[in-house]
């Protein structure tokens, strides 16, 4: 703005291919322009230009590529088109040729796999058992609480929500027990005297690894259904692989913190043990003659 200020129709460019979430310098510049013309008189006027394909256009679509493109011709597409048949991630063709934004690039979990694992219209199962898991952040700001259940399709369906404090965890186990007669409740060892709903098991470090692989197994196999809400989005897309003892295990990244997806994950690992149907006592009554 100070060497601009004078100039007549004075242009800024900002030159750079789309990012994931790790890369915040060219969202927060184009942020604060849109906030500058919100916030604009109608004698101050700024125009933006972007070369950006829109976050649901399709990127298998030879459209979505000239989005991106500021020339388009035959030596673009032919250029495109190759690059397109020698790709191995999507998100980085999305990123590099559709200047689409995603989540994460190269993480355990792409774009393309939460979008098949996407089918917010499956319920819960009302018959089969649900398996809570809760997990708090490092700095105990917030907690997130799981349930994941395995329907009569052997998919695992899961849930997240979150919590601030922990009477508002105990409140919200107590609202899915009044919504399902039969929960399993896990939770890591700070739980301990510090709820009042009854834990069936505690997990930790020891139960990492297996509960890690169960859930890679159930993403990689298509076998998981998701609401798609935004806050589960958040957690899985930000937590991160690390291998120890030859093990994987899904952690947070710096002061990121990973509490929602390892709350989904020792859910999905526990319900995906072999669930039992929920036992039903019918009775009857004689009638005497």
Excluded: C
């Excluded at 186990?173 to 039969?182: C, F, G, S, Y």
């Amino acid at each position: 703005e100070p060497t601009l200020a004078e100039a007549e129709s004075g242009q800024v460019w900002l030159t750079s291919t789309a990012g994931d979430s790790n890369s915040t310098l060219f969202a927060s510049r184009r942020a604060r322009a849109i906030a500058q013309i919100e916030g604009s008189d109608d004698d101050e006027r700024m125009l933006i230009l972007e070369w950006s394909a829109p976050p649901e256009a399709d990127i298998e679509d030879e459209d979505t590529w000239r989005w991106a493109s500021p020339e388009w011709s035959d030596k673009r597409v032919k250029y495109l088109r190759d690059k397109w048949k020698s790709t191995t991630n999507i998100d980085s063709f999305r990123t590099q040729y559709g200047n689409q934004w995603v989540r994460k690039i190269d993480g355990w979990l792409n774009s393309r796999t939460w979008a098949a694992t996407l089918d917010a219209d499956r319920p819960l199962p009302a018959d089969m058992p649900w398996h809570v898991a809760i997990e708090v952040a490092k700095d105990e700001s917030e907690h997130a609480v799981a349930v994941a259940a395995m329907d009569a399709d052997d998919r695992l369906v899961i849930r997240m929500w979150a919590a601030r404090r922990y009477k508002d965890v105990d409140d919200l186990i107590e609202q899915l027990r009044a919504d399902h007669p039969h929960l399993y409740v896990s939770a890591t060892p700070s739980y301990i005297n510090r709820i009042r709903t009854h834990l069936n098991e505690i997990v930790g470090a020891r139960e990492t690894a297996a509960a890690t692989a169960s859930l890679l197994d159930a993403f990689s196999t298509g076998a998981i259904s998701h609401d798609g809400s935004a806050h589960l989005e958040e957690h899985l897309f930000r937590a991160q692989l690390t291998k120890h003892d030859n093990a994987y295990k899904l952690i947070g990244r710096g002061d990121i913190h990973a509490h929602g997806a390892r709350a989904v994950m020792f859910a999905v690992w526990q319900a995906s043990k072999t669930p039992k149907p929920i036992p039903v006592i019918r009775t009857r009554q004689r009638r005497s003659a």
